[in-house]
């Protein structure tokens, strides 16, 4: 028996920058996963997923990320893509740097 289609987004990394990108509902990108297009029906996620890897210039490893629709956007399903959210862990870069920043 086939698996019930659960919500999904399309991620990739920003193919200059190498940042966690998602897609948005207005075909751009978004390094911040509450713009994220939370898609709920699998043909059009198929076809958002070939939008995104006809993109070769802007974006690689495109994929579909399981979410979970919330009022504050999206949320990951997986530890994987909770990770991928922060940023790297080793060191503060990109995503950490600019939170830490907004601490101090």
């Given amino acids: 028996m086939p698996r019930e289609f659960t919500p999904k987004v399309?991620?990739?990394?920003?193919l200059l920058e190498g940042d966690v990108i998602y897609m948005t509902a207005t075909d751009g990108w978004s390094r911040d996963l509450a713009d994220a297009e939370i898609i709920t029906d699998e043909a059009h996620s198929q076809l958002r997923l070939l939008n995104a890897e006809r993109q070769p210039d802007r974006v690689v490893?495109?994929?579909l990320a399981d979410m979970l629709p919330a009022a504050a956007g999206p949320q990951p399903?997986?530890?994987r893509e909770e990770f991928r959210r922060t940023g790297?862990?080793?060191y503060a870069h990109g995503k950490q740097e600019t939170q830490a920043g907004s601490r101090g």
């Fill in 88 to 90: 790297p862990s080793n």
């Fill in 61 to 63: 490893g495109a994929y």
């Fill in 10 to 14: 399309v991620t990739a990394s920003d």
């Fill in 77 to 79: 399903t997986h530890f």
